[in-house]
């Protein structure tokens, strides 16, 4: 409670302070990962609509190239990440647990598999929209996780201007360390991806915002920002969940998004530091977003890595690499401990926003037994948009998902610090998650009917 | 690679803080047996005595309970019908017989908590709640005070410890008036010290201000209680009772004796705090607090009883729900 003594760096009120668990691979350079045999591009990697695939069963493709178009605004383009011919297309196995149509490359056995378009493209020359569509075109998504389309956010509205750029270098999951990793090794491409942003958003200033248990990022990129720029790293203190657009706006700059307004509401635009770095990379070389660098972590794998890992790489080729499960692991998850989505089967491909690969054993995976709500108030201590999770999940056992509403239970991120907190066991976000989908379809029923 | 392995299909967060809410009972029980043992040390065996019955007749019920309605759940494993019965206790005099502490136990679970529907859905303190009925059908046992101890009659049982069910009582009891009491009826006042280090006759817990108060720090710096309520209730009975002095020093009390005295620090930091009846938002907390802290001292002061903690509490318990709504925190960019 007396925290705000001890420690002046800036942050966001309430959330949570799990472990961290990064140093199972904090310290592990990026490593390429081998070709697949095979890769499964699926059409919907991102939010908003699927792309639409350009290619035919048979076609022979290379390294980077356009294998699916955006099928509108909020929808981006595909590329193959390797050379190959597409061996089919039909439904597979999605890590979000559906089947979604995909693209399936064969590897060309005797292709050199170097990039076929190192061209550098000339950014300065181009305008906005230009810039704004190759980034559409080139594939990009938030690569910390929830993969919305990047260029979406860059397009300013009208009447409203974008006069800082936050680079989300938080990476707030516990047990992740890709974005850490590509901060201490791209540098380079996140200052040109910068560059770039600001030109297209007119923005004045970037900060770029990283937890304090990630020091030597902070260090580093801090040192290096060109003389010209304007920008600064701000170290924030280490909290989960900073790493939401939200909670690193008020941290950094102590403005508030009014509820159900966007960042840009308050003259903000954040991007994801893995993202600005593909930006950065595509122009320098011309390659859009075909690899991605994911942390593949946890007690429940052999070796673990920060792998730079091309997209629709299956799952269990990534794991073999790391030398394989252990017998005890019990659960694989898509992204961290506390938002992350369990699989339950290995056959999935990497996405775009596929962040970590986190496997977990027998001992992490207790379940706990559920008590009643105590009222000890720690969920609503704990929630960064100070809502009241302990009286939501009541509202949600007894279906009275109508009343929710009037709690707010759509300004809910998601982000499970509730869960995380409560002593008695209750699943809180996974009730918020159902109550908040059941209602989104009633008023999508209701704006039907009425 | 090995065979894949059985994948188990659970929902996020994966990490959770260790300690669930039977560790955070117990620790509440932790903090209170310092208490606990001063009683005994005070009071002999009889204290002892009561508390055993007193946690009998709750643990007893909640056991029937679960064991009558086949409930699933063991809803003993979260420990709090052992702390009801323990904090019950503490609310007793040393010398009640024992199958009043005992019903007492089984009022409290039954009426307190199990018709609310158990376990976080009671509105009043259900300890509070079967000391309320005690006092209510036997106001003459709940009232008579046995002198603390010293070590030769440590053994010796008090007054009427083991009168049978509702046979009239043993009137010849050695008894003595609490410091409240001796207040309020004869306006004498016993010493700050004697009540801060717990050698005054009175209630098992009313004894040891100091322990008590070792409790509650170890509570606040653990989070395990919130911190605003103990703090509102000694701000309100501290400002109330120097107002008072300040108007007759004379007529009345301290406010140290106010704080340190009956059930005060039992009720502030143990009583009070219990979060399942206390309200949900920090700013309720606060109002709750002073609310207790204020009716505390109007109660003693001004009211037919030397003592008021008991009642003060019940009666806020009562507006919680009203405190929850009307004191609803403003969400994350909702306008200020
Ligand atoms: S943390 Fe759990 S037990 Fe405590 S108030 Fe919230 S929901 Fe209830
Ligand atoms: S209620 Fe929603 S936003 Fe608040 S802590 Fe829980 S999951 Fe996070």
């Given at each position: 409670m007396l925290s705000f003594l001890s420690n002046t760096l800036k942050t966001f009120r309430h959330g949570i302070h799990p472990g961290d668990y990064k140093d199972l691979t904090r310290n592990l350079s990026i490593e390429r990962l081998p070709f697949s045999e095979e890769l499964t591009i699926p059409l919907s990697q991102h939010l908003g609509a699927p792309s639409k695939c350009i290619v035919k069963v048979g076609d022979e493709v290379k390294r980077g190239q356009i294998i699916a178009k955006p099928s509108g605004f909020v929808s981006i383009g595909q590329h193959?990440?390797?050379?190959?011919?597409?061996?089919s297309i039909e439904m597979r196995h999605h890590p979000n647990g559906k089947m979604v149509e995909s693209v399936i490359i064969k590897k060309d056995l005797f292709s050199p598999q170097t990039f076929y378009n190192e061209h550098a493209m000339d950014w300065e020359n181009l305008s906005a929209d230009e810039l704004i569509s190759l980034i559409q075109h080139g594939g990009f998504v938030g690569l910390g996780g929830a993969a919305f389309p990047t260029h979406v956010k860059l397009k300013t509205p009208e009447g409203k201007n974008a006069r800082f750029l936050i680079v989300n270098g938080v990476e707030c999951e516990p047990y992740l360390t890709s974005d850490h990793r590509v901060m201490l090794e791209q540098s380079e491409d996140i200052f040109l991806g910068i560059r770039i942003l600001l030109k297209i958003l007119g923005a004045e200033k970037f900060y770029i915002g990283i937890e304090n248990n990630k020091q030597d990022a902070i260090d580093f990129l801090g040192e290096n920002i060109p003389e010209d720029m304007n920008g600064e790293v701000v170290a924030l203190q280490t909290k989960y969940p900073q790493g939401a657009e939200k909670m690193l706006i008020e941290a950094v700059l102590k403005r508030e998004v009014p509820s159900g307004k966007l960042p840009i509401d308050v003259e903000v635009v954040v991007q994801n530091s893995g993202t600005i770095a593909g930006i950065g990379m595509m122009f320098r070389f011309g390659q859009p977003l075909i690899e991605r660098v994911v942390t593949i972590t946890g007690p429940g794998i052999e070796n673990p890595a920060n792998l730079l890992v091309p997209i629709g790489t299956p799952l269990t080729d990534v794991l073999e690499h790391c030398g394989g499960l252990k017998e005890n692991t019990r659960q694989v998850l898509f992204g961290g401990p506390m938002m992350g989505a369990p699989q339950s089967d290995l056959d999935v491909p990497i996405l775009k926003g596929t962040s970590g690969i986190l496997c977990l054993t027998d001992e992490e995976v207790t379940i706990k037994e559920e008590f009643p709500c105590i009222r000890c108030l720690r969920c609503v201590d704990a929630c960064p948009v100070y809502l009241n999770p302990s009286r939501l999940g009541a509202l949600a056992k007894t279906r009275e998902y109508e009343g929710m509403l009037d709690f707010h239970i759509m300004d809910c991120v998601e982000c499970g610090s509730c869960s995380y907190v409560c002593p008695s066991n209750i699943p809180l976000v996974q009730r918020f998650r159902v109550s908040k989908a059941l209602l989104r379809e009633q008023q999508a029923k209701q704006k039907k009917a009425g | 690679m090995k065979t894949a392995p059985k994948l188990l299909l659970t929902s996020s967060p994966f990490l959770k803080q260790q300690e669930d809410t039977p560790a955070v009972m117990r620790q509440v029980i932790y903090a209170l047996i310092p208490a606990l043992i001063a009683a005994i040390y005070f009071f002999g065996i009889s204290a002892l005595l009561v508390i055993v019955a007193s946690v009998f007749g709750a643990v007893g019920t909640e056991w029937v309970f679960n064991i009558s309605t086949k409930k699933k759940f063991n809803s003993l494993k979260d420990y709090t019908a052992l702390l009801t019965g323990i904090l019950l206790a503490m609310t007793l005099p040393p010398g009640i017989p024992l199958w009043m502490a005992f019903l007492g136990g089984v009022v409290a679970i039954a009426l307190g908590k199990l018709i609310f529907g158990g376990t976080g859905s009671n509105i009043f303190n259900p300890a509070l709640v079967g000391r309320a009925f005690l006092q209510s059908s036997f106001p003459v046992a709940i009232t008579t005070w046995s002198p603390y101890a010293d070590f030769n009659s440590f053994m010796m049982f008090r007054g009427n410890t083991f009168t049978i069910p509702f046979v009239k009582a043993n009137t010849d009891a050695v008894t003595a008036a609490t410091p409240l009491a001796q207040m309020k009826f004869d306006g004498k006042l016993t010493e700050t010290q004697n009540l801060f280090f717990g050698s005054s006759a009175g209630s098992l817990g009313e004894t040891t201000a100091l322990l008590l108060l070792l409790g509650g720090v170890y509570l606040t710096v653990r989070n395990y209680i919130n911190w605003r309520i103990p703090t509102g209730i000694f701000i309100a009975v501290f400002l109330f009772a120097s107002g008072l002095q300040l108007i007759d020093a004379e007529k009345f009390a301290s406010p140290m004796f106010h704080l340190f005295s009956g059930g005060l620090m039992l009720g502030a930091i143990f009583m009070a705090t219990d979060p399942v009846s206390s309200p949900i938002t920090h700013k309720g907390c606060w109002i709750f607090g002073l609310g207790i802290g204020f009716l505390v001292v109007l109660i003693r002061t001004f009211g037919g009883l030397p003592e008021g903690v008991m009642y003060a509490i019940l009666l806020m318990n009562s507006v919680t729900p009203l405190l929850n709504s009307v004191t609803q925190p403003r969400i994350y960019g909702a306008a200020k």
């Open positions: 193959a990440p390797m050379s190959g011919t597409v061996k | -």
